[in-house]
């Protein structure tokens, strides 16, 4: 049973400040896993069962092996690099790092040389520290019972929630943008929760008995998929029901808490100026690539079958001539590419463009005709992954060299950069009762689909009249 990602850990050699400043995260709000660090073995308890992906906060005590004296950053900075290597992921987010310390004035220099020496996991956004002293709890009395001390530390430790929760508000806004993020985050996980809390209360109204609301629970998540997919699809799948019924409750709550006054606020104020400058990066075309990837295409398509929606199954140079009419090479030329400008390097690019572009198959059906169970003909429109280098023959002052040609992406697929050119027109059907071979190495988001169906259909519908014309 999983409850969610880790918003915050904390990490401390002494048990008590790591009680307090774990038990005052939890006490305003925030979510986290507390560590504490055994500097005779230099590992923590419990161990890490894997290094996080989601943490946004990670609170560490600057002097984790109990240096005395004045330590040197270099000493205080390996044992805090070796700890961080244990419990961020090498794909973590954006995080904080907040020095919760008894030890002044090392810091920004342990940060310093943390941003130099760290490698194989994600820098932090920022490193900040936090004096631990006003917010620890008062030492336990000599032979004072161990539940009494505890009281006192409970008690103690709630007269400073206040004050903690200003530093720690201090301490995130160190970065706005992980502000966001973060709040973000809150209102999608909000937007679940509330989603089931409302689907719970139906099961409460319906049961016979506040005992069997578990069972009525399991009826109506049943009663969701079947109305979502229909009964024989949620059999087969019912975890893919669930998901298509579930989420358009999911969006429709997420999208209403958009209008919260303090979200709209920030992002306002942290988003409106950067938008009206305009964003700036340093490989613009890098960076769309791989934002269009993450908006446009799926790779996270392990064990999908090659009869799913919006699947691109590769087929190299493969293309049956006999079925299609033409080779590779011809078909890439007459149909999908400008032909070569008249200039002394755009011949050689252009002949060269074949051996590198792959043939692929897109599958376009209607969602409906995958909410059936049952042998059906599967669409598959005909393209090419071409490298970014030949976008000039693909298209030019923003047009294709047909109208039922889509230029798509730029994406970033195995690590290059490629746009995918898919025909309207040329497209093959399968009508086996097995889905056709080949890998299915990414998949079309429901937008992209919609759109090439739309245009697929429209593309092979007549007009709709009928129309007599004299010679």
Known sequence: MRFGPIRAVVIDDKPTHLFAIGAGLAGV????????????????VPPPQEP???????????????????????????????????IIA???????????????????????????????IPLPLAITELKKAPFLPKRRAKGEDVEVALQKMFADLSRKLRELGKEITRLSGVREEL???????????????????????????????????GDTLKNLLA????????????????????DLGMGEILIDRFST????????????????PVIAAAPAFKDRHRVAAALNTFFHVDVNCKGAKSNERGVVIPIGRHLPKSKIGLTHTELLQKEYLYPAKQNKDSPVLYAALPAEARAVLVEVGADCDHAQPKPRSIRYLVGFEVPKKY???????????????HCLGPWLIGGKEIYLIVSTRRFITWQHSRPPAGKVEYRLRTALVNKLLHDYSNWHSRPGIVEFRPS
């Open 90 to 120: 090498s794909d973590a987010g954006p995080y904080v790092l907040v020095f919760w310390t008894e030890v002044t004035g090392k810091a920004a220099q342990v940060g310093n040389l943390l941003y130099e020496r760290l490698k194989d």
């Open 223 to 242: 009663f969701v998929g079947i109305a979502a997919a229909g009964r024989e699809p949620a059999a087969a799948e019912p975890a893919r029901a669930l």
């Open 52 to 86: 996080h992906r989601y943490l946004r906060l990670v609170f560490m005590d600057l002097n984790l092996a109990e240096l005395g004296g004045n330590p040197e950053p270099e000493t205080l900075e390996a044992a805090i690099e070796d700890v961080l290597k244990q």
């Open 257 to 272: 808490s958009v209008d919260e006054r303090t979200y709209r606020k920030l992002v306002s104020s942290v988003l409106g």
């Open 29 to 44: 709000g925030i979510p986290c896993m507390s560590y504490w660090y055994n500097r005779g073995k230099g590992s923590l």
């Open 391 to 405: 976008k000039d023959f693909l298209v030019r002052n923003g047009k294709t060299q047909s109208p039922s040609l």
């Open 179 to 213: 502000n966001i993020v973060a709040e973000w985050e809150s209102r999608a996980t909000e937007a679940a929760a509330g989603a089931i809390n409302e689907v719970v209360s139906h099961a409460r109204k319906d049961a016979a008995d506040e005992k069997l609301v």
